[in-house]
């Protein structure tokens, strides 16, 4: 964990990005970035930042990965048939490929994804990437949706950055291909990356954002350097969470938390 690993003088907490969260009516709501180079790491809202949840549709970063490692996708282009049954997400209702799916987000698509990798496997690499409290209970194509599997976000923060780096118990190749997955945005100043999630616990929904943002900076190599490139990317990862009331319709609240993510990272300097 980022909050209880870190030196002391490379953690600050940031109580004013409460405001981006009570703007919005949101009481009960966490924030925390890594800024790689510097390696320093901000908050808001230690203790949420520490608390795990369900990861909901961020799950899919996780499954994805499984899925190629084991070859149940050779590649993100894996179809699955819609299986003709109707549901509340238009864009679900259709063949799907991988990097489709991940788009839409379709629960459909992942669930029989995780049946396909079956519970051995998925549970070995639960543990070996020590993901949140890897409690697979109530069945392979249900757990990370019905608040079994849970995660913190100081916890997401961390396996994003071990993905990044090629640091998790999956091919170079696998990561790679999951971090194309999660390309939302692109500049000529940065590249956005994330995935969103809405789970529900006893109480309340959840809402999540997870990702990373690499900054895009032009420095001028000098004639001999062996670094030919005047590109450098600067990574900062991230993960939000937030609470709202079971079918609370008084806002867009899937809107709300890319705002809310955008405006703190627009403020440490991450995007623009």
């Not at 799916?101 to 639960?126: C, N, T, W």
Request: aromatic share 12%; hydrophobic share 40%; charged share 30%.
């Amino acid at each position: 964990m980022f909050l209880t690993a870190c030196r002391d003088n490379r953690i600050h907490d940031k109580p004013e990005w409460g405001k981006h969260f009570e703007a919005q009516g949101i009481k009960n709501g966490c924030f925390i970035i890594r800024e790689h180079n510097h390696e320093a790491v901000y908050f808001y809202n230690k203790e949420r930042c520490l608390q795990r949840f369900t990861p909901a549709s961020t799950f899919k970063i996780f499954n994805s990965l499984v899925a190629l490692e084991t070859a149940v996708a050779p590649d993100e282009s894996l179809i699955i048939k819609w299986d003709s049954v109707t549901r509340e997400v238009p864009e679900w209702n259709k063949d799907l490929n991988m990097r489709e799916a991940f788009k839409v987000s379709a629960v459909p698509y992942y669930q029989e994804i995780a049946r396909r990798i079956g519970p051995d496997l998925m549970q070995h690499y639960l543990d070996t990437s020590n993901y949140g409290n890897k409690n697979m209970k109530g069945g392979i194509d249900q757990f990370w949706l019905n608040d079994s599997l849970q995660i913190s976000a100081d916890e997401q923060l961390g396996f994003l950055k071990r993905m990044y780096f090629a640091e998790l118990p999956f091919a170079e190749r696998t990561q790679r291909i999951v971090k194309s997955l999660m390309l939302q945005e692109e500049t000529p100043a940065y590249k956005l990356y994330y995935k969103t999630g809405w789970g529900s616990n006893a109480k309340n929904d959840v809402m999540w954002v997870v990702g990373f943002a690499e900054k895009i900076e032009h420095v001028k190599e000098h004639e001999k350097s062996m670094n030919k490139s005047d590109v450098r990317m600067y990574p900062y990862f991230f993960a939000m969470n937030f609470d709202v009331a079971k079918n609370d319709t008084t806002k867009d609240w899937k809107a709300v938390r890319i705002d809310i993510t955008k405006a703190v990272l627009k403020e440490l300097g991450a995007i623009k």
